[in-house]
């Protein structure tokens, strides 16, 4: 069945730090890709998307690119600041009935000033 | 645009009384409805699954006569807690998908359920 693997954390970083999530996928056929955000307290928001091969999901600074010959969707930003503090869950979607999405464990990110 | 809300935020209730929980789509037809429970710390667990005017696709080991679904339209589901323990306490959260774009579920903020 389908699966997500993400990095575990918590990840810590410092304000204007490189942010790398790593997310790895087991999929049948060519599933859509996505990363959400949690705030504390909240549902969960759509960060970015991907929906075939090479495709590169950006928004907010934030960005993941779909490799189909690793199947990962590492997410990355350049510069991470506060307000990005938050969990982020990697999620796929392979068609189907109704398109279920399979979540990752989500990966905990703090970023201190 | 893709705005899905929830009412309400929170709720408490004694045990042994039901709870209802809202779910729609603001300013889009939601072909399929989805309603996931998110224990402390760990990812989200889907419950069931609905198209507006059919009966829920619930997964397995979610009681369907305790978490009562109905989808009357394509902007509203609702999830009814039935006669509330304090085990179903949890953060529940809807999500909603549009026809025609590649499975993207739109998320509600949910609804903080403790029952005392």
Same mark, same amino acid.
């Given at each position: 069945?389908?699966?997500?693997? %993400?990095?575990?954390?918590?990840?810590?970083?410092?304000?204007?730090? &490189?942010?790398?999530?790593?997310?790895?996928?087991?999929?049948?056929?060519? $599933?859509?890709? @996505?990363?959400?955000?949690?705030? $504390?307290?909240?549902?969960?928001?759509?960060?970015?998307?991907?929906?075939?091969?090479?495709?590169?999901?950006?928004?907010?600074? &934030?960005?993941?690119?779909?490799?189909?010959?690793?199947?990962? @969707?590492?997410?990355?930003?350049?510069?991470? %600041?506060?307000?990005?503090?938050?969990?982020? @869950?990697?999620?796929?979607?392979?068609?189907?009935?109704?398109?279920?999405?399979? &979540?990752?464990?989500?990966?905990?990110?703090?970023?201190? $000033? | 645009?893709?705005?899905?809300?929830?009412?309400?935020? !929170?709720?408490?209730?004694?045990?042994?009384? *039901?709870?209802?929980?809202?779910? !729609?789509?603001?300013?889009?037809?939601?072909?399929?409805? =989805?309603?996931?429970?998110? =224990?402390?710390?760990?990812? /989200?667990?889907?419950?069931?699954?609905?198209?507006?005017? *059919?009966?829920?696709?619930?997964?397995?080991?979610?009681?369907?006569?305790?978490? /009562?679904?109905?989808?009357?339209?394509?902007?509203?589901?609702? /999830?009814?807690?039935?006669?509330?323990?304090?085990?179903?306490?949890? =953060?529940?959260?809807?999500?909603? !998908?549009?026809?025609?774009? =590649?499975?993207?579920?739109?998320?509600?903020?949910?609804? !903080?359920?403790?029952? /005392?």
């Amino acid at each position: 069945g389908d699966s997500v693997t %993400q990095m575990e954390g918590p990840v810590t970083l410092s304000e204007e730090a &490189f942010l790398t999530i790593n997310c790895t996928y087991t999929a049948t056929g060519y $599933p859509s890709l @996505f990363w959400y955000v949690q705030y $504390p307290g909240e549902g969960l928001q759509l960060l970015l998307k991907a929906t075939k091969a090479d495709d590169k999901g950006s928004n907010k600074g &934030f960005e993941a690119t779909y490799r189909k010959e690793t199947t990962s @969707f590492h997410l990355e930003k350049g510069s991470v %600041q506060v307000s990005d503090s938050a969990v982020y @869950f990697c999620a796929l979607n392979s068609g189907g009935s109704n398109y279920k999405l399979t &979540f990752g464990k989500g990966t905990l990110l703090t970023v201190n $000033p | 645009g893709a705005v899905v809300s929830q009412h309400p935020s !929170r709720v408490i209730c004694k045990s042994g009384t *039901s709870v209802k929980i809202e779910c !729609r789509s603001l300013d889009f037809q939601a072909t399929t409805m =989805f309603w996931y429970r998110q =224990f402390p710390k760990q990812s /989200l667990m889907l419950m069931a699954t609905s198209n507006e005017g *059919s009966k829920a696709t619930y997964e397995q080991g979610v009681e369907k006569d305790k978490f /009562l679904i109905n989808h009357a339209s394509l902007t509203l589901s609702t /999830l009814t807690v039935t006669s509330a323990h304090p085990e179903d306490s949890s =953060f529940y959260i809807c999500s909603a !998908r549009e026809g025609p774009s =590649f499975g993207t579920q739109y998320f509600g903020p949910g609804t !903080r359920l403790t029952v /005392l």
